[in-house]
C-alpha cells in the first residue's frame, strides 16, 4: 500500500515560485510513474505534470510548459514540482498521484492520491 502526503503550498505573489513536494511510504514507490494534478473550486481536476518510473520522461499541459519542473528523488521517496513565474490562475489545490496504467493526462488512470495542498497566487 502506498500513502502520498502532499506539501510546500501556501499564497505567493504573481511572478513567484514554489516548490511541492510529495513523500510516499511504501517500498514499491521507484516503480510507478507518479503525476500531479489541480483542481480550482467549480471547476474540473486537471493534469498538470506526470514524471516516469526512472525520472527519464516528463510531460506537462500546456498551461505550465516552460514554467513548472516535475521531478523525483526515488532514493528519498520523494516528487517534486517546481512552479516558477506563478500566475493568479495557477491557484488550486494540488494533488500528486500514483499512475497506474493507461494515459498519464487522465487523472483515472491513478490509483493512489494525496490529500492536496493549496497554492494560492495573488495578483
Known amino acids: 500500500q502506498v500513502q502520498l502526503v502532499e506539501s510546500g503550498g501556501g499564497l505567493v505573489q504573481a511572478g513567484g515560485s514554489l516548490r511541492l513536494s510529495c513523500a510516499a511510504s511504501g517500498r514499491t514507490f521507484s516503480s510507478y510513474a507518479m503525476g500531479w494534478f489541480r483542481q480550482a473550486p467549480g471547476k474540473e481536476r486537471e493534469f498538470v505534470a506526470a514524471?516516469?518510473?526512472?525520472?527519464?520522461?516528463?510531460y506537462y499541459a500546456d498551461s505550465v510548459k516552460g514554467r513548472f519542473t516535475i521531478s523525483r528523488d526515488n532514493a528519498k521517496n520523494t516528487v517534486y514540482l517546481q512552479m516558477n513565474s506563478l500566475k493568479p490562475e495557477d491557484t488550486a489545490v494540488y494533488y500528486c498521484a500514483r499512475f497506474s496504467v493507461g494515459d498519464y493526462e487522465d487523472f483515472g488512470d491513478y490509483d493512489y492520491w494525496g490529500q492536496g495542498t493549496q497554492v494560492t497566487v495573488s495578483s
Open positions: 514524471i516516469s518510473w526512472s525520472g527519464g520522461s516528463t
